[in-house]
């Protein structure tokens, strides 16, 4: 494993941070930061992407300014992009989760290191982070993160976002977990050894705090299936977030999996559940080695 501490510590010590201080990242950060973004990306559904790290400590404010997070970022001189070949076919959709279930292995790889981060998928200027980066005009950035040493006190913008985000609040377990079938939520004494997984992935961040996420446990064949409850009034431009939120519960789900030595691997195989509604799309299932 790549982390210094349980990732259960690192998932619930980790909130996004807005507003970041003056102290810059020594070159032994910088170069940990890079060797693990060098590292081949394993992607549940195989996708292509590449990860870097942006040093922009040494442009002018005005430079910094059109890097663009549009005022809701502050003091940020670091940045963490991405990017992933456009899709053709209709799996374009699974390239956005592979993209959130690597984005936050670094999220969370950063926070071991004591840093702060902070996901922005509709927040950042898409253009000059590509240019950052080198992204061709075939390639697609969908996300990026602000990462740094949190100053030490909130901004009064900091703290508006985060209540407005409703950052602090999560799904109770009833609506997003289910035992069997849609029709009947699965308690906690219910998950068993599984308790804690899920309750990782219930804390996990997502997009306007949505938590899009639901899944259902089938006891009897040790398998999750993952869907996605799409928001009906959720804007098109911002469509793919909320696959890029079910990349993020992945991750916590299978770290925290491997940290309590429960093997098991994604499969795709579509079960016999009555979805939620027409806007409830089964995407993917993980089932427990036997």
């Known amino acids: 494993m790549e982390f210094s501490q349980s990732v259960l510590n690192i998932i619930k010590s980790r909130k996004s941070v807005r ?18 973004l060098n590292l081949k990306q394993q ?18 404010s005005g430079q910094l300014q059109r890097l663009g997070t549009y005022g809701f970022i502050s003091g940020a001189k670091y940045f963490i992009a991405g990017a992933f070949k456009k899709s053709k076919d209709l799996n374009e959709g699974s390239n956005y989760i592979d993209y959130g279930y690597c984005f936050e292995r670094t999220i969370l790889f950063l926070t071991d290191m004591g840093l702060g981060t902070c996901w922005l998928g509709g927040t950042f200027n898409k253009g000059e982070f590509s240019k950052k980066i080198f992204a061709g005009t075939e390639e697609v950035v969908p ?12 901004t009064t913008i900091e703290k508006l976002l985060r209540l407005f985000a409703g950052s602090d609040k999560r799904k109770p377990w009833y609506q997003i977990f289910f035992n069997g079938n849609f029709a009947r939520p699965l308690e906690e004494k219910e ?15 997502s997009a ?26 959720y804007p098109t431009a911002y469509k793919n977030l909320q696959k ?17 030595g429960i093997k098991g691997c994604w499969v795709e195989n579509k079960p016999e559940i009555l979805n939620l509604s027409d806007f409830c799309e089964y995407i993917i299932s993980w089932k427990e080695d036997n």
């Open 208 to 233: 306007s705090n949505k938590q899009p996420w639901r899944i259902v446990f089938q006891k009897g064949k040790n398998t999750f299936y993952f869907f996605i409850q799409k928001s009906r009034y």
């Open 244 to 260: 890029i939120d079910l990349g993020i519960a992945m991750c916590h789900f299978e770290l925290t999996c491997i940290e309590l």
């Open 191 to 205: 998950a068993a050894n599984y308790r804690d997984i899920l309750e990782m992935v219930r804390i996990a961040p």
């Open 19 to 36: 507003n970041y201080g003056e102290s810059p990242l020594g070159e032994a950060e910088k170069i940990k930061i890079n060797n693990f």
């Open 143 to 154: 996300a990026v993160s602000p990462v740094g040493y949190p100053a030490k006190k909130s």
């Open 43 to 60: 992607c549940p559904f195989g996708t292509e992407l590449r990860l870097q790290f942006i040093d922009a400590s040494d442009i002018y």
